[in-house]
């Protein structure tokens, strides 16, 4: 079983920053890329940011130069800077993990989610 926890969500001010993470836990042999999605009402999920194990990362165009994707030195905490948060990037966001088990098997995973809503 593996797990993947976030946390870090809240309500910020527009042009405000938050920081989210990502952290995983269980059967853990290997992580080959992890993603942070994000949900708004009525939209369908995005890719929002992603990091690879060998940290290549990869980004939306309505987040360069905005958000940042990063991890720990064991790879198993993904954070999530977000600077010059604007109203249009309130969503649900969830983690998804490519996982490989100690027992080899392959399984992508997501977190609960956590809320990021920008507003005054």
């Known amino acids: 079983q593996v797990q993947l926890v976030e946390s870090g969500g809240g309500l910020v001010q527009p042009g405000g920053s938050l920081r989210l993470s990502c952290a995983a836990s269980?059967?853990?042999?290997?992580?080959?890329?992890t993603g942070w999605y994000r949900q708004a009402p009525g939209k369908e999920r995005e890719l929002v940011a992603a990091?690879?194990?060998?940290?290549?990362?990869n980004y939306v165009d309505s987040v360069k130069g905005r958000f940042t994707i990063s991890r720990d030195n064991a790879g198993n905490t993904v954070y999530l800077q977000m600077n010059s948060l604007k109203p249009e990037d309130t969503a649900v966001y969830y983690c998804?993990?490519?996982?490989?088990?100690?027992?080899?098997?392959?399984?992508?995973?997501w977190g609960q989610g956590t809320q990021v809503t920008v507003s005054s």
């Open positions: 998804n993990a490519l996982v490989t088990t100690s027992h080899g098997a392959k399984y992508n995973y």
């Open positions: 269980g059967s853990i042999f290997s992580i080959t890329a």
């Open positions: 990091i690879t194990r060998g940290g290549s990362t």
